[in-house]
């Protein structure tokens, strides 16, 4: 090799270290870590990936999947053991106060300041956005439990109102079941399982004794005559169930309803994403109604991005796609798509179809009128223990493995064990 030879690699080699280091330098990225894999939801999250691409900010999946986030939170308690956390996670309120608390999140303050959050955050919200006072999570939208979906096809042949309570939603499933289809579609999953009792718990007992049971604990109404008769629901709703309902994620029954397999399922309106992933339309195709006796009542759970202490390399691309999540045309944009409402107050109505508008204006007037109320199945009434103990009693009842008298036994003991 000439000497002529080895100066020009060695330049060359300098060359390429070079551009390495611009490249670097410049790129940008985050990694996420979320439980969107459903069809739908894996679309949302195509929403917020281009929007940052966009910026120049480079997405690293991490997707984990189960709904309500259980099995995501496993995998975030051994990234942050390792001392390697995602830049950002999807998470639910009491979660976000849980690792909050644990004192490894970042402080989003000055951004918030800088946008007025505290001005288009309603309070229910920010109750879990904000920890110490410090904006410690940027909310991307508002879901909400209690909805019944149903096939538009079923239901006109069923000829029927829309069911405003428990019997009339039996006499419309008893309709599905004499038109040869599965009356109730459901996956026997605990989070799901829950996610129909709390629907079943506040149409029963009303909004007081939603929040009686649930927010209160109050041992009574866990273990008296309304929560007998939420038990003896869930015993009758399952009947309406086909045979090979356990373990089936949430997005495969919503597409027994949306091939007219099946006749409807109660489920949050991520279960819209579903529909609309399909290309179907509400009031076409399906119809979107509150859980019949829930009329006025929203059980609601916000999915946040918090944001976790990372290097300094890292705190630039992690406050831009904060920012990202915030900005009022990025909401509309991922919450058509994402089947919930936006997180900010002060966004128009227009370019969601029938089933979001209803959805904002209900979030609005029950935020107004005090039948507002977290999810428990999705975070935002218990802390996690408290959630998966309930979880436990209401899967066992409804898989039949305890009778209603242990139900009730069992609930409060689950509960006062867990906390
Ligand atoms: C989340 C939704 C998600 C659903 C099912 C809920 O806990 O808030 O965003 O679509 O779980 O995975």
Not at 128 to 136: G, L, T, V
Not at 246 to 267: S, Y
Not at 327 to 349: H, L, M, W, Y
């Amino acid at each position: 090799m000439t000497i002529r030879t080895i100066t020009r690699l060695a330049a060359g080699t300098a060359l390429v270290a070079l551009s390495v280091g611009v490249a670097h330098a410049q790129e940008e990225s985050v990694e996420v870590l979320h439980w969107w894999t459903a069809g739908g939801e894996a679309a949302a999250v195509g929403v917020l990936k281009e929007n940052l691409e966009g910026e120049g900010i480079t997405w690293s999946d991490m997707p984990v999947a189960g709904g309500s986030g259980q099995a995501a939170m496993t995998a975030l308690r051994a990234r942050v053991t390792s001392g390697d956390p995602p830049t950002a996670v999807q998470m639910l309120g009491y979660d976000i106060k849980d690792w909050a608390e644990l004192g490894v999140v970042a402080n989003l303050n000055e951004l918030a300041e800088e946008e007025g959050w505290d001005e288009v955050i309603p309070a229910a919200i920010q109750e879990f956005s904000k920890y110490d006072d410090q904006w410690i999570a940027a909310p991307v939208n508002v879901h909400s439990t209690n909805w019944l979906w149903i096939n538009k096809a079923a239901f006109d042949e069923y000829g029927g109102e829309e069911p405003q309570d428990m019997d009339e939603l039996y006499t419309m499933l008893d309709a599905f079941e004499e038109q040869g289809i599965i009356p109730l579609a459901h996956g026997g999953q605990p989070w799901q399982d829950g996610t129909l009792w709390e629907a079943v718990v506040l149409s029963v007992g009303g909004m007081d004794f939603y929040k009686q049971a649930i927010i209160d604990l109050d041992e009574e109404a866990l273990s008296g005559d309304t929560m007998r008769e939420v038990f003896d629901h869930m015993t009758k709703l399952s009947g309406y169930f086909d045979e090979n309902f356990t373990g089936r994620d949430f997005n495969l029954t919503t597409a027994m309803v949306i091939e007219g397999e099946a006749g409807a399922q109660e489920m949050g309106d991520w279960a819209k994403a579903e529909f609309l992933n399909a290309d179907q339309v509400p009031g076409e195709d399906f119809v979107c109604m509150r859980f019949p006796g829930t009329q006025g009542d929203v059980l609601f759970n916000s999915d946040q991005f918090v944001m976790f202490e990372v290097g300094e390399d890292k705190r630039d691309a992690q406050l831009k796609m904060a920012s990202a999540v915030m900005d009022p045309a990025f909401q509309v944009a991922f919450n058509t798509v994402k089947g919930s409402v936006p997180a900010r107050t002060d966004i128009e109505d227009t370019e969601f179809d029938d089933c979001g508008k209803k959805g904002m204006q209900e979030l609005a007037e029950a935020a107004e009128n005090g039948t507002l109320a977290g999810s428990l199945a999705h975070g935002h009434a218990q802390p996690s223990a408290v959630k998966e103990a309930v979880f436990d009693v209401v899967t066992q009842h409804l898989n039949g493995q305890i009778s209603t008298d242990e139900a009730l036994e069992q609930l409060p003991q689950a509960i006062a064990s867990a906390q």
